[in-house]
């Protein structure tokens, strides 16, 4: 069974894990209602487009 040489620092494991936080989401505004909805998505308050 493989296993490691030496232990895996600090610094390389949160560098492999750079990739893994969360993007602010995009919105735009609602044409109908005014509220912020995702982009191409029903609008969750009024349901329009």
Known sequence: MATPK???SKAR???RR???ALDIMPCTV???CGE???P???CPAC???
């Open 6 to 8: 030496s232990k895996t």
């Open 13 to 15: 494991s949160a560098q």
């Open 18 to 20: 750079s990739h893994d």
């Open 30 to 32: 609602c044409k109908k």
């Open 36 to 38: 912020k909805k995702r």
């Open 40 to 42: 191409h998505h029903i």
């Open 47 to 49: 349901g329009a487009k």
